[in-house]
């Protein structure tokens, strides 16, 4: 009997959180299915660019300005190489630099805003100001600017966006934990001499964690968009590393070509197309999961 | 004192001193560079006499607070000091000269998209939030849910490519010059008008809609309903006195985002205003530019937020009349 009971409750709890994430999935509606599954595509192609990519990031198979053919399915671009290649390459580039951005942002405005407000005191008063002098300067031109300063590298580009935009994360993170560190189990905890890693880590964060869970996705989002701007602008990521941003900018001549040579869509479109899928689709599981924890809020 | 006008006079300071902080990273983020930015212009190789020709030749041999006070008082006579680009020629470029007729044309640019996007989009915000849940409401939700993800740039080559390739009614290029006359200048800004009111009108909408119901959930309008109130007289005589404040907000944030928007859209058409100037500067390095470009964007949007703080306390009943 005794020895049986650890066991029963096991297999109870690991079926209840199967049969509620199939239920809870069951229950989505199709706007946030198709999301996920359009995220699963761009997952899948980001992290097997090399094995589904029929030709090489950088590699030159052909002639300047190829129309699509059994050879290359979107053509080529203005140095000859292969649109359909770069595209699945850029998944990998544009998506990987925009979620390390995120993680990273998270990280640091995360870990800061939960500190804040378990601390309170100068060091909150202090990040808080400086805080809110970083958000009275919009993303983009902030960093223009400082990438003007530090120069274009795909390093400064995601320390930069991180550090501006844990700026919002931390907002964020600290009004959230103020509601937590005044609980009882916090209490209880730091009663028992627990350390600040431990308080951060295993009290409070797993209890602000889904609207720190939504927010990632918008801040994804925002990260990607604005990571794409500023490669479309030029200063972003740089050639020859394939881009989705910096390919818009590259083949923008082609929308004046005659319709002959790209049947359907102009080939400036198609990166375009990719970000624009993505930001949807998340979009998509956003909303539908902010109805699913908040039930009420369906708002922005 | 009025606790309306004391509200607001804190709100004033505050906006001064995020502009003074603002201004001093904006300073400061030229004196972060490692190893100097003579060396990164010139290039590892320079030699220390030509490290110091060119720091003495734009002035970073001195202090940096002597640099920032001298910056931000000649800013205040309307001077951003000289572009590097003309540096150590015989013609000096100064940055006003340069910025002057751009921030003219982003500012007309900006104007002519505020004045059709914000009453259009209040009124379909307005209706949206009024006729909750109806087909309208969820058309128009998954459009403008559609646009926002959509990068700017998208809409507006998808813009150009249909109304200035396929159908030659605008040019696909918006260039302006000084002697280009105001209707010439309202048909050629028009294509990067139309792009960035989708961008805005859509967010303007959703702040609008989501602002609204939020009103029209709280207590006092169940109560009016409760008490017979016909719903016009509810909306107009106890909605709308608290909407002014929300409304401003998103009016200001838009215009804010509006501000930032322009960069990309000028960029596209290839218009001559200030956020074109800038990413071409940040290419570069032509350091005041760069900071002067800044320094406006970031004042337009600090002012902006500024205005609706104050609106929404000036217009607020409950601090209108204290108890």
Known sequence: MTAQAPQLRQVRARRSLWESTRRTLSSAPFSAWFGMIVILLYVIAAVFAPWIAPYGEAEIVGKAYQPPGPEFWFGTDQIGRDLLSRLIYGARNTIGIAFMTTLLSFAVGGTLGVLT?????????????????FLAIPVLIFALMLLAVFGKSIVNLILILALLDSTRVFRLARATALNVVVMDYVEAAKLRGEGMGWIIFKEVLPNILPPLITEFGLRFCFVFLTISALSFLGVGIQPPTADWGSMVAESKTLI?????????????????????????AINFVVDWFLHKTSGLRDEV | MHPVLRTVLQRLGLGVLTLFVVSVVIFASLEMLPGGFAEAILGQGATPETVAAFNREIGLDRPATVRYVEWIGNIFRGDFGYSYAGLGGSIKRSVTDLIAPRLYNTFFLAMMTAIVAVPLSLILGILAALYRNSWYDRIVNSVTLTTIATPEFFIAYLLMFFFAIRNKWFYSLSTVSDTTDFIEHIYRAALPAITLMLVIVAHMMRMTRAALINLLASPYMEMAQLKGVPRREAIIKHALPNAWAPIATVIAFNLAYLVVGVVVVEVVYVYPGIGQLMVDSVSSRDMPVVQACALIFAATYIFLNLLADIISIVTNPRLLHPK
């Open chain 1, 256 to 280: 004046t070509f005659p319709v002959r040579t790209f049947p359907w869509i102009p080939a400036p479109f198609y990166p375009a197309i990719a970000i624009a899928l993505l930001t949807v």
């Open chain 1, 117 to 133: 407000a378990l601390k309170r005191g100068w060091l909150d008063q202090g990040i808080s100001r400086v805080v809110d002098a």
